[in-house]
Structure formats: structure tokens, C-alpha cells
């Protein structure tokens, strides 16, 4: 019986020469991500687009734009899954705020369930799952922190 622990510790351990540290497994759930926000959001949105008839609401317009666009340029994540991160990072933060300042205020006050605002905030409670997807490390190195000064750059004008 072969075991089968190797590449389960290979797919669970951080690839430095591959992935720059990331661990495969977050990987492969990034590009699941990119794959979902194509096939669903991005299709609904299109979809709205399409068949929209007559005068759009310009606020309305502008969030199913976003809502096309995004998981239609996350497509180059299931290619890209770091370079693309930023797109995630900006679903996190969205769906946070979101949530912060739409769901949290109705549902402390037993006003949230059985609403269209119900309905959205169910979709983004998967929110957690995504949160454990993202490589933080890998976002902090590239994202965050300041690039590291090497000899050789600290000595040009």
C-alpha cells in the first residue's frame, strides 16, 4: 500500500522555491476562489447586464459593474493565484464593510432574517473560509511591508 503521507505533507507544507513560501493547499484554494467568482458572480452580473432594459440606477450600476468586473479579471488567478491576491483582498474588504455596516446593525436588532439583506449577508458568511484561503505572510511580504533594501540599491544615487 503506497503512503500516502509524502504528498499530503507536500500540499500542506509552504513551497519556497514554487509558491514563494505559500503553502500549495492555499494555492489550490485560491484557485477555487477564482474559479467560483467566475462562474457565479461573475456570470450573474453579466447575465444583468445583458438583459438590463431601460434607465440603470447609477449606484445600482456601478455595484453590478464591480460585481462583473472583478470576477472577470480573478479568470487570471486560476493562471496567477498570488498576483491576483489584491482582488481577493479586495472582496474581503468589501464584504467586511458589508457586513459591518449593513447586516451587523439589522441583525442586533432581530431585523435581518427573511430580507433580501438576509439573503446577501448569507452569501457572505462564507467569508471566514476565504480569510483562511489568503496566504496573510505572503500578503504582508509583498503587500505590506516595505521593500527590502539591498546593498547594492542603497549605494545608487
Do not use: N
Request: with cysteine; charged share 15%.
Amino acid at each position: 500500500m503506497p503512503d500516502l503521507r509524502t504528498p499530503l505533507l507536500r500540499f500542506l507544507r509552504p513551497d519556497h522555491a514554487r509558491w514563494d513560501g505559500v503553502r500549495p493547499i492555499q494555492v489550490a484554494t485560491l484557485r477555487l476562489f477564482y474559479f467560483l467568482m467566475a462562474a457565479f458572480v461573475a456570470t450573474d452580473a453579466w447575465r444583468g447586464i445583458l438583459t438590463h432594459t431601460g434607465p440603470w440606477d447609477p449606484v445600482r450600476a456601478v455595484a453590478v459593474c464591480v460585481w462583473a468586473a472583478y470576477p472577470t479579471l480573478g479568470i487570471l488567478g486560476l493562471w496567477h493565484p498570488l498576483r491576483m491576491l489584491p482582488l481577493m483582498l479586495f472582496m474581503v474588504s468589501y464584504k467586511t464593510l458589508w457586513l459591518a455596516a449593513v447586516a451587523f446593525p439589522l441583525w442586533r436588532e432581530g431585523e435581518l432574517w427573511g430580507t433580501p439583506t438576509g439573503d446577501m449577508a448569507q452569501a457572505f458568511l462564507a467569508l471566514p473560509v476565504v480569510l483562511l484561503a489568503i496566504p496573510w505572510g505572503y500578503v504582508w511580504r509583498e503587500f505590506v511591508r516595505p521593500p527590502r533594501r539591498s546593498p547594492t540599491s542603497a549605494a545608487l544615487p
